[in-house]
């Protein structure tokens, strides 16, 4: 119960940097000491040696407790380079203890406000500087109104650490019921956190912690050194963090030119597993111009298990950094796992790879996503950009609801509102064992009545749920969303579904997708089956050659099946290339689909099709379509135009062209209109024509047309009602065979 009150301490070395140790109440102790209900109240501290402390500096043997002690108004000022001898070494400054040299310390109950540390120590804490021992313990604490400030141009490159609480922690293992508050910290050291810049030990558990208005800045503009910032903590083995809160916390970086900034609203980098729960983030801001990697929670994590479960509150994040970035991790060599998140208002730019959660992950485990609920999402990134996850080799999502997001990538990279890219990284490329695969279950994506949703595609793939990779999808929907692909590949809610996809049960509502090359509202291309999915009404703008649908751009693998699924008041465009219904170029069978009050519009398109904008007649990879209807749509196109098939198609089976079951229409209104140039047919277009051995033509059976319209102009080489181009036979060999099909209340019309 020991005071003191307005005092001036000032030590001058002039021999060497351990010949002065300072302190508020005890400057040395050999044994063991306890120190309770102890004040330092307005305070001024000066000192060139080794160690200055508010209360303590360090002890030598025993053991140390200092319990409900309180530093108050106090200013520390230590700067070992004015000493005559000064060259290096370890140097500790903190606003209760300065280092604990191999000592058991315990620190609980005590309160730092209103303290101003001004040091180019070693390390510097708001309540200690250094540990060393083993079996310390700070629970209970408090720094308030506090300012450390280490570090300058003049004294760069020095190895060391500055913290709300602890710089170099040790082998420290708990901290609990500790609070950081208003706290600022501006440095030149190497690693910089709210609470403590850097342990060495096994595991460090943070329980019940708060750091509310903490702002850490990096100063450094001299060293090319790998710099560490943190929320919590700057660089760790092993993280435990539980029922803890973050807010208002600012981690900059002022220039980093020439140096690398790894920066963690929890930790910078943990070279152990890493265990997160119960933990609200709002209002965390990154600033790092360096090439740095970035993280909500964290930047690297090195070691092989990062868990994040129970964050209720994830909210008003921003995150802008020259490297990778993501919401929750920047890089990750653990296959995250992440459960129940609740956030709103998250921002990633990045310039490389960017997610709203992971950026990055290069471990060939399976990463569960589940029951995560976002809104007002953006994400800004390079090389593999992700509403979620930016890169991942296999992403398993489930119970997803995303509510206003934006994602874009600005460069040579894929792009997906869930997931970029579902692939091998390059550490892993070498391993022939790893798969790569996503899988999406029980995903929702929808629109506020003045939000945004809207995906902007690099030069590779774009989609809604994923870029480029393997694909399982179940329970999808997707509501008012813009997906522009002006620059990109393939575009889509899937942008390229690779083989060994399984694309199924997807419902999308009011989506615009701009595509350049191969474009459809469910997969740009797909070389998979892809079954029960719907569309209903949306667009696809196709701007420049190439083929484009209302379910799929493309499928170019003959064994694939396309199958159930329907296009309902859509509108599909394209000047150039191929334009379908269903499908803009088809090498498969599709089968169970049906178009309904559709304008397809394909002006100067040669393969414009209510199914099938144009198939193959390729033997092995023929195109066969069966069971498939376009009812009360417009179709238009400048040749190749066809009710069912623009051109190119084998085999069309018990399909059907015209109006709902027992729908009538006044004269000269028809259920189908069919507007072409040449080569315009109410069923197809044009079969196709031999052009060497292995090809066949047309086989039609069962498949009707009523109440439709066919028009050309007065140039058209071809117009008849059943398919526009008709030959019998080539070389002998018969070329077309139509069965039970029938032409009825149509009518053939050439202007």
Known sequence: ECNVINTNIKSKSQYNEYSST??????????????????????????????????????????????????NNVNINFNTTKMVSYSSGTTAVGGIVAGACFNQYKIKNCNVTDLTITSNATSTGGIMGSIAGEGCEISGCKVENTNINTGNESHTGMYGSAAGIVADAGDLQNISNCTVKNVEIETSSDNMAGIIGTTFGATITFDNCNVEDLTCTDNNTVSASTRLIGGLVGKAGKINVTNSNLSKINLNVLNGKKSTVQIGGIAANATDSTSIDNVNLEGITINNNTGGTSGGMIAVQLGSILNVSNVKKFNNISITTNGEAGGIAGYSYASPSIDKITGNNVFVSAKRGAGGLIAITDTKEEMPISNITLSNLKVLGSYGTGGLVGVAVNPKLNNITLTNISVSEDSYGSTGGLVGIATKTSNLMSDQTVTSIA????????????????????????????????IITDNININDITIDGTKSQTVGTIGQADSASDVKNITVNNVNVIAKERGGIIAGISQANITGCTVNKSTITGTASGDFGGIVGNMPVGTTILSNCNVNESKLIATTGHLGGIIGSASNTIS?????????????????????????NFTGTDTYVKKCNVIDSNISGNSQVGGISGGATVKIENCFVGGKEN??????????????????????????????????????????????????????????GIHGRFSTTYSGTQVETITSSNYTDCKTEIK
Do not use: R, W
């Open 22 to 71: 300072v302190a508020g109440i005890v400057a040395m102790s050999y044994d063991t000491t306890y120190i309770y209900k102890c004040n330092v109240k307005d305070l001024d501290m000066e000192g060139q040696g080794s160690e200055l402390g508010g209360l303590m500096t360090s002890g030598v043997n025993g053991s140390y407790t200092i319990e409900e002690s309180n530093v």
């Open 439 to 470: 899988k999406f279950t029980g995903i929702t994506i929808n629109k506020t009545s003045n939000g945004t949703n809207k995906i902007v595609g690099g030069t590779q793939h774009t989609g809604i749920l994923l870029g480029f990779g393997k």
């Open 592 to 616: 169970g689909c049906t178009l309904l009050n559709t304008n397809i519009t394909g002006e100067g398109v040669n393969g414009v099709g209510g199914i099938v904008g144009h198939g193959s």
């Open 663 to 720: 729908e009538t229409f006044e004269e000269g209104k028809y259920a189908v209109t069919i507007t072409g140039n040449d080569s315009v047919g109410g069923i197809i277009g044009d079969p196709g024509v031999i052009s060497s051995a292995g090809q066949s033509m047309i086989t039609m059976i069962g498949t009707n047309i009523s109440n439709s319209l066919i028009k050309g102009t007065t140039n058209a080489d071809y117009l008849v």
